[in-house]
């Protein structure tokens, strides 16, 4: 089975860029027609979905995020990379990747087991 792993520093200063990691095994990111998601959850709120890359190199973003997303892939290393720019204390959350196989919203397979990210000073 398909299974994921975030890495990334879990601690990040305001104004800085975070940059997380999604390693993928069991699975090619390239395999059609599979997306590939980051989401993530604040402190006492519910989860969000930040974008998503696809098996082409596609990518979706959250209206509410793209302006500060960046999501990008290195297929020879089976990863997937989210940056976030400008972040301020309101982004610390888990942050998750996980696997779509069907289109739609809201239908994900597999996940990381998430990553803890802290924006403070």
């Known amino acids: 089975q398909v299974q994921l792993q975030e890495s990334g520093p879990g601690l990040v200063k305001p104004s800085q860029t975070l940059s997380l990691t999604c390693t993928v095994s069991g699975g090619s990111i390239t395999t059609n027609y599979y997306y590939w998601n980051w989401i993530r959850q604040p402190p006492g709120k519910g989860l969000e979905w930040m974008g998503s890359?696809?098996?082409?190199?596609?990518?979706y973003y959250s209206p509410s995020l793209k302006s500060r997303t960046s999501i990008s892939r290195d297929t020879l290393k089976n990863q997937f990379t989210l940056q976030l720019s400008s972040v301020t204390p309101e982004d610390t959350a888990v942050y998750y990747c996980?696997?779509?196989?069907?289109?739609?919203?809201?239908?994900?397979?597999?996940w990381g087991q998430g990553t803890q990210v802290t924006v403070s000073s």
């Open positions: 996980a696997i779509q196989v069907v289109p739609g919203q809201n239908n994900f397979g597999s």
């Open positions: 890359i696809t098996y082409s190199g596609s990518t």
